[in-house]
């Protein structure tokens, strides 16, 4: 076995702590990845806490993960050592599927196997990127541009897909006008990615001190959804709405800004369910949509993209002791717009 360093939850009710753990030897297909960067998601709290699903302890967090090769299986074909490499959310799927068989692993109808807090397809817990090493088979694990920061580069592989996909399966564009919901670590990268796709941006926002922010970004326009007025204006406006917010609001009003066949795209993960009244959607003949994050080849589709276009993540990088202030900082909005661990600091 592997031995492993890195920052776990005991249980729901403790605060990440030093752990010294196990990962399975290399094999065959495997690829072992020196963990450089991690991000850190708002899921990653969501989930130390037990927030929507009864977790799997001692938990590791983490599913953004940077670093360089280490060591490959003797049948991996397509990385090397000393390779830069990223891994997402998920580890495995079953590989047979429609699903997978279509690029699409992230919907395996067996169920992927998720980074951490989830266990592998023999039983035995995974660990996430809040450590110092990890092994992954080759299928899931992604080569990384040494054109951009890669530090930067760590939450592409969570908040970057996650709204790359959506803009791409519903193929937003020039002569498209998005509006992205909420300026958070997801909704700064649909800002991103709406502006390098040749869209017409507009962040909507109940902040109006994000405004120069927003501009800073690339957003062609701002709406602070909490003045009538500006709300008014720019009713029967937008062709998508990418809802970044896991925060409980009013989804009905925001279907009332969608043009005639406009869809409303979530994201986000609000703790409960909203409600969505049929007349908002009969009138206009919207839609409201969902999307996870991508596939692997559309995750490495994106991450040639960002070093096309030199599209990253903006951060704070934080020493892994502080992880808890991170945390609390998160809740209060208080970060622009992710923060990421180095891992140097285990």
């Known amino acids: 076995m592997i ?17 010294d753990f196990e990962r399975r030897e290399v094999g065959p297909h495997d690829v072992q990845i020196e963990i450089l960067y991690c991000g850190v998601c708002h899921s990653d709290l969501h989930q130390i806490k037990n927030d929507w699903f009864p977790g799997v302890f001692p938990m590791v967090p983490g599913h953004e993960i940077v670093g360089r090769i280490v060591k490959v299986g003797d049948h991996v074909k397509n990385f090397k050592v000393d390779e830069l490499a990223g891994v997402g959310c998920m580890v495995d799927s079953c590989q047979e599927c429609e699903n997978c068989k279509n690029d699409l692993e992230q919907y395996c109808l067996e169920g992927n196997t998720q980074t951490y807090n989830n266990l592998d397809r023999s039983g035995v817990p995974t660990y996430g990127g809040y450590s110092n090493n990890v092994v992954v088979r080759e ?13 930067a580069t760590a939450p592409l592989l969570c908040a970057g897909i996650t709204t790359y996909s959506p803009l791409r399966h519903w193929k937003v564009g020039k002569g498209h006008k ?42 062609h326009h701002f709406v602070v959804t909490s003045d009538p007025a500006q709300l008014e204006a720019v009713k029967g406006s937008f062709d ?26 979530c994201v986000g993960v609000p703790p409960k369910p909203m409600e969505v009244a049929a007349f908002a959607l009969l009138g206009g003949r919207k839609s409201v949509a969902g999307s996870g994050i991508g596939g692997i080849k559309e995750t490495q589709e994106m991450l040639d993209f960002a070093a096309e276009h030199n599209i990253v993540s903006d951060i704070e990088l934080i020493n892994i002791k502080d992880i808890s202030t991170a945390y609390e900082r998160m809740l209060r909005g208080d970060v622009r717009y992710r923060f990421v661990i180095d891992n140097a600091t285990l």
Do not use: C, R
């Open 3 to 19: 031995q492993a360093k890195g920052y776990a939850a005991q249980s729901p009710t403790e605060d990440l702590a030093p752990w």
């Open 139 to 151: 299928e899931f694990v992604l080569h990384v541009s040494d054109k951009l920061d890669l530090a």
């Open 178 to 219: 998005l509006a992205i919901l909420g300026l958070g670590g997801l909704g700064h990268m649909g800002v991103k990615w709406g502006v390098a796709f040749g869209a017409d941006v507009t962040v909507l926002s109940t902040s109006p001190s994000k405004e120069a922010a927003a501009k800073e970004l690339g957003a």
């Open 240 to 265: 998508f709405i990418l809802d970044t917010v896991s925060a409980p609001h009013d989804m009905n009003m925001y279907l009332s800004l969608l043009k005639t066949n406009g869809t409303h795209i």
